[in-house]
């Protein structure tokens, strides 16, 4: 007997599929650190030879100054986006003086909280808002964890294959109505299967022992200076990771069950005050220490691991763009950085993961109840902490199935839609990807997170040595290729005009901040 994706597979391949998904668009969003040579976070500026960190469109910073992100536009072709981010990445690099890009997700040589400088972006009210929302990261839940870095995976299928899917389905709602329902259907999938990616890629089985501080912990100490976990895969996305840790007595419960239910918990979050940041000055010496006292400053605030997005016009709130315009695509931001690719992530990676998002969008869907939703959070934190163990068990409606069980449960039901997408495909296939992933869950020594462990253990070496030689390996490979003229133009091209556009909003800012923000939060 068939299953619900081997039906629903049989039908896209009655179609000219292949054509219809050459339209699908593919991004990257990529962090890295930006330290000096021994590894310590930098405290220069964000190099102005770089652009404006406010509206340059592919070189910003995230939380910190030191914290660089790398964003590719849409490509409908895997190798054009990370071309596209090679490029970006040696262009950085013929402008960094006396610094180097870290290689994995987790800091190294972090000296408190005060040695992250806070990012910022200028004078204008909007340059302002951001600095200030940071600020209100830090008081909130410490800059340490905001110092983490990872990759997002940016995703979203084109108008054809919805027009078809939707068709093939009989279903008679509205085009964007369908459409929206039906990422968010594949959200809630991704968060019930979405284990699977920190033990299939995770690679931040260790820390340095400075990144904790004098925090107790109950992970084992590795040499003298470094914590891990003897099955741990991906420890950035556990409990010492970026978490709301105050999600409970917050009452923060971010609705997925429809996009109308989660724009509404989203809009309840960012409009009802907490008590603990009240106790937050709002202004303190001058500067907006956090933008509100609300149980999320702005919607970005609420950590996902998957998020349905809306490309925002000019100023707009990203839930009233998503109420407004529906969801345009996928963010899937579970990625560790593969501290053994020097872009950070592979295109193998990508093939594995484009078969999964299809896999989960193909999927049934059913809501959420909320002892579903403890699983999924167990999970995530079983896998990222003990990943690796044979004997781990996971939760599943209500009882519990062998990790390599459930696993290899979604590899089969993978397989057809890795044959799908493989129809006139020339090269590396999916289905190779998927038989190449498949392999870690029969040997979890295969994964990058073992290897990196099995590495530090040969070479006798804390996790701080292993990151900075990856470092170092990575800085080499680029600065033997360095962009040609064409490229290396365009770039500063859009440094300058970065600078330029950076200027024309700070002149034409005619209102003060605290209106900015008031008219900011009263969008409806």
Not at 187 to 194: A, D, K, M, S, T
Not at 466 to 473: E, H, P
Not at 507 to 513: E, K, L, R, S, T
Request: net charge negative; glycine share 6%; hydrophobic share 35%.
């Amino acid at each position: 007997m068939k299953s619900v994706i081997e039906e629903r597979v049989a039908q896209l391949l009655t179609s000219d599929i292949r054509k219809v998904l050459r339209g699908r668009q593919v991004g990257l969003e990529k962090e890295s650190l930006r330290v000096a040579v021994g590894g310590s976070i930098a405290q220069t500026p964000h190099p102005l030879a770089l652009g404006s960190a406010l509206t340059h469109p592919s070189i910003t910073t995230d939380y910190s100054e030191a914290l660089m992100e790398f964003v590719t536009p849409p490509f409908n072709h895997f190798c054009d986006t990370l071309q596209f981010l090679d490029d970006t990445h040696r262009y950085v690099y013929g402008k960094l003086d006396n610094e180097i890009l870290w290689a994995t997700s987790m800091p190294c040589v972090v000296e408190g909280d005060a040695s992250i400088p806070i990012a910022q972006y200028g004078s204008s009210n909007a340059a302002q808002m951001k600095t200030a929302y940071r600020r209100g990261l830090g008081h909130r839940y410490g800059r340490m964890m905001q110092a983490i870095a990872g990759v997002h995976f940016n995703y979203s299928y084109p108008d054809e294959f919805w027009q078809l899917y939707q068709s093939l389905l009989g279903d008679e709602r509205d085009p964007q109505s369908f459409i929206s329902e039906s990422y968010i259907g594949m959200v809630r999938n991704l968060q019930r299967n979405g284990w699977l990616v920190p033990y299939l890629f995770g690679a931040s089985p260790a820390i340095c022992a400075s990144f904790l501080g004098a925090q107790p912990t109950s992970l084992e100490k590795w040499f003298k200076y470094s914590y891990y976990a003897p099955y741990a895969t991906s420890l950035r996305v556990g409990d010492i990771g970026y978490q709301n840790s105050k999600e409970g007595d917050a009452g923060i419960k971010v609705n997925y069950n429809s996009l109308q239910g989660y724009v509404d918990s989203l809009t309840h979050a960012i409009s009802t005050p907490f008590p603990e940041y009240g106790e937050i000055p709002l202004v303190s010496n001058g500067e907006w220490q956090q933008l509100n006292t609300n149980i999320l400053q702005i919607e970005n605030e609420y950590y996902s691991s998957v998020r349905p997005k809306q490309i925002l016009q000019g100023e707009e709130k990203p839930s009233l763009a998503l109420a407004r315009r529906g969801v345009a695509y996928i963010e899937l931001r579970s990625l560790d950085v593969n501290a053994y690719e020097p872009l950070g992530i592979s295109e193998e990676q990508m093939r594995f993961l484009e078969s999964f998002l299809l896999f989960n969008l193909l999927s049934p869907s059913d809501p959420y109840t909320d002892a579903e939703l403890s699983e999924i959070k167990h999970n995530i934190n079983a896998v990222a902490q003990r990943g690796r163990d044979p004997k781990l068990k996971l939760r599943r409606a209500g009882g519990e199935i062998l990790l390599r069980d459930w696993a290899n449960e979604i590899f089969e039901q993978m397989s057809a839609g890795c044959e799908l997408l493989d129809k006139d495909v020339e090269g590396f296939t999916y289905c190779s990807a998927l038989q190449r992933q498949r392999a870690k869950i029969m040997d979890p020594d295969l994964t990058p997170s073992a290897r990196m462990l099995a590495e530090m253990a040969e070479n006798k070496e804390e996790f701080y040595h292993f990151a900075l030689r990856m470092s170092q390996q990575h800085q080499q490979w680029f600065a033997e290729r360095p962009l040609d003229a064409g490229k290396l133009a365009s770039f500063e091209a859009a440094a300058r005009d970065s600078i330029e556009k950076q200027r024309q909003i700070e002149q034409a800012d005619d209102i003060p901040f605290a209106t900015f923000l008031q008219n900011y939060f009263a969008q409806a």
